[in-house]
T-cell receptor, first 113, second 116 residues
Framework: AQSVTQLDSQVPVFEEAPVELRCNYSSSVSVYLFWYVQYPNQGLQLLLKYLSGSTLVKGINGFEAEFNKSQTSFHLRKPSVHISDTAEYFCAVSSINDYKLSFGAGTTVTVRA | ETGVTQSPTHLIKTRGQQVTLRCSSQSGHNTVSWYQQALGQGPQFIFQYYREEENGRGNFPPRFSGLQFPNYSSELNVNALELDDSALYLC???????????????FGPGTRLLVL
């Protein structure tokens, strides 16, 4: 079984500042990793995913994440945030032989002017 | 391309009642997964349907059941509703080449269920 720990429950950040959201996972098998964003009263939107290959993954809206197998981490970064990035961010993992997504508890990002 | 749609958007039920939630998968997708997201938590996997058969289940009791139809749409049924069933129910669709060869899941907007 896989599990995900999002190390920060809330991250306040000023507009145009950088942000990093931390995600650690646990698994005894090879995994796929995902970041989803949830805007208020909406479903989940895929930001980016790591399946294989380059450990630096670029996603939508200027986000990127780096897969670190030795540290079992998949941290999400954005160099300059906008007010519109205010949302809940979820890290998720699945094994490469399993379709079930296991999610972290989420990180609330609040961007202030 | 049509995305994942869910109905209804909101629903209020009382304890002990039954509820049916519906999901239409994205065009070209043949697999549907259901998740429960309680307030302030991440989504929890309920089950998945592939080729009209249940293809895996999370830690949910049998009163949570589902169906997938030939057009790949799906229903989630919950019997004997409990207060703790109050949550956002999310449907995700994906394309599977086989039971264990699945591509990325794309989520619908969810159905918010309140049990009183």
């Amino acid at each position: 079984a896989q599990s995900v720990t999002q190390l920060d429950s809330q991250v306040p950040v000023f507009e145009e500042a950088p942000v990093e959201l931390r995600c650690n996972y646990s698994s005894s098998v090879s995994v796929y990793l995902f970041w989803y964003v949830q805007y208020p009263n909406q479903g989940l939107q895929l930001l980016l995913k790591y399946l294989s290959g380059s450990t630096l993954v670029k996603g939508i809206n200027g986000f990127e994440a780096e897969f670190n197998k030795s540290q079992t981490s998949f941290h999400l970064r954005k160099p300059s945030v906008h007010i519109s990035d205010t949302a809940e961010y979820f890290c998720a993992v699945s094994s490469i032989n399993d379709y079930k997504l296991s999610f972290g508890a989420g990180t609330t990002v609040t961007v202030r002017a | 391309e049509t995305g994942v749609t869910q109905s209804p958007t909101h629903l209020i039920k009382t304890r002990g009642q039954q509820v049916t939630l519906r999901c239409s998968s994205q065009s070209g997708h043949n697999t549907v997964s259901w998740y429960q997201q309680a307030l302030g938590q991440g989504p929890q996997f309920i089950f998945q349907y592939y080729r009209e058969e249940e293809n895996g289940r999370g830690n949910f009791p049998p009163r949570f059941s589902g169906l997938q139809f030939p057009n790949y749409s799906s229903e989630l049924n919950v019997n004997a509703l409990e207060l703790d069933d109050s949550a956002l129910y999310l449907c995700a669709s994906s394309f599977s080449q086989a039971e264990s060869l699945q591509e990325t899941q794309y989520f619908g907007p969810g159905t918010r269920l309140l049990v009183l």
